[in-house]
């Protein structure tokens, strides 16, 4: 089966813009959840969307949001970007199996906010 | 709030040694705890995971011991190699209502395998 994958790997875009980023979940997987990543607050979760619904929500602001589409990909839009939200971010495509909750990871998208 | 404590942030090993990451969570709702390795410019992946119902797993040259009392995991990796040289994370999982689960991360343990 082909992995989780990303588009696009890097961004650089200026302060007050919005950017969308994309995933693609392994085939079969319904479940994909959003983190942020950088050096100071390490890995961070977002949201997870589940059947085109968003289950579950992290403590980020309103400017980060996300949706599913029927094909279970995924995408993500920060809006009004500022400096911090300069990151790594990481789609994880989940599998339910029995008794586990596993979750693999993209390559995720490096975002560059100057 | 950091619920999972991972330690130590880095840790150089010689190659052949035993490399030891120990993580510390506090929330007892945690049921799922996995390991992931990360290599620079990679998404993490998932290296090996336990229950809490099982004291160790074993898989190649990794071991995860968990002790649930002390809510204590760690990553034992035998044998270490210089292709080991990443960031390991642990991670602990809840459900979290609606059928779903959220993974909590540690900060991150850099390794150095060292010829």
């Known amino acids: 089966k082909a992995g989780v994958t990303q588009t696009p790997r890097y961004l650089i875009k200026t302060r007050g813009q919005q950017v969308t980023l994309s995933c693609s979940p392994i085939?079969?997987?319904?479940?994909v959840s959003w983190y942020q990543q950088t050096p100071g607050q390490g890995l961070q979760f977002l949201f997870e969307?589940?059947?085109?619904?968003?289950?579950n929500k992290g403590n980020f602001p309103g400017r980060f949001s996300g949706r599913q589409f029927s094909n279970s990909r995924s995408e993500m839009n920060v809006s009004t970007l500022e400096l911090g939200d300069s990151a790594l971010y990481l789609c994880?495509?989940?599998?339910f199996g029995t008794g586990s909750y596993e979750q693999y990871f993209g390559p995720g998208t490096r975002l560059t906010v100057t | 709030q950091q619920q999972v404590k991972q330690s130590p942030q880095s840790l150089i090993v010689q190659k052949g040694g035993i490399s030891i990451i120990n993580c510390a969570y506090e929330n007892t709702a945690f049921d799922y705890f996995p390991w992931y390795q990360q290599f620079p410019g990679k998404g993490p992946a998932l290296l090996i995971a336990i229950r809490p119902d099982v004291s160790e797993k074993k898989e190649g040259r990794f071991t995860i011991s968990f002790n649930k009392s002390a809510k204590q995991f760690s990553l034992h990796i035998m044998d270490s190699q210089p292709g080991d040289s990443a960031t390991y994370f642990c991670?602990?999982?809840?459900?979290?209502?609606?059928?779903?689960?959220?993974?909590?991360f540690g900060k991150g343990t850099k390794l150095s395998v060292i010829p």
């Open positions: 085939s079969g997987h319904r479940s």
């Open positions: 994880a495509s989940s599998f």
């Open positions: 991670a602990a999982s809840r459900p979290s209502g609606a059928g779903s689960y959220q993974l909590t």
């Open positions: 969307y589940f059947s085109e619904t968003q289950r």
